[in-house]
Structure formats: C-alpha cells, structure tokens
C-alpha cells in the first residue's frame, strides 16, 4: 500500500525541522556558549547547520516539483518567522515585541503576491 502525501506538506515539514537546526545554529550560541571563543561557536554551529542542510536540501527538491523558487522562498521566510518568534522568546528570554507581529503582516503581503494566480 503506498500512501501519497502531497509535497507541499512535506516541504513545509522538513523545512519547519530544518529552520529548527537552523536557528539554534544561527542564535544557540549566544545563551549556551557566550564564555567560548567565536571559532568554538563557529564549529558547533556549522555542526548543527549540516543537519539543517540534509533537510533543506531534500525540502527544496520536492518542494521545486510544485512550487516555483519564489513561492519556496517565502514559504521559508514565513516558516522562519514562526520558528524564531518562539525560539527567541522561550529560549533566548527576549521580549515579544509588537514588530514581529508587524513582520508577519508584511510576510502575509508576500504570501498573497507570490501565490496568488498572475
């Protein structure tokens, strides 16, 4: 029995669990490793980035079989937005500004230009 899942499902999963490894790469280091010297954090992060590469990578393949580079785009930027707000509020202890509800709204914007039918 073979279950089909459409690929936009599946791009947007694993480019969800990619901006996950992304994010810590990018900003983990700043609570977990700020007494290390940069070069350390450099090392890990990209560590971590390997594993958001191995998502992203098969993310856009399958998302590029239904989607053009600019709907995969700001799919992205959507989904990192989503990811980042909570990630910097729980995780990092920053404070949840109005401007990341600006941000969206923008993002919202992008969402309707890009996908809407020409």
Partial sequence: MTININ???ITVGLLTLSNIFM???WYGHLKNMSSQPWIIAT???WGIALFEYMLQVP???IGHTVLNVGQLKIMQEVITLVVFV?????????PLKLD????GLCLLGAVYFVFRNP
């Fill in 7 to 9: 690929p936009i499902f």
């Fill in 23 to 25: 994010t810590f790469a």
């Fill in 43 to 45: 090392l890990v992060s």
């Fill in 59 to 61: 993310a856009n393949r």
């Fill in 86 to 94: 909570p990630f910097a509020f729980l995780y990092l202890k920053e």
């Fill in 100 to 103: 990341y509800l600006w941000a």
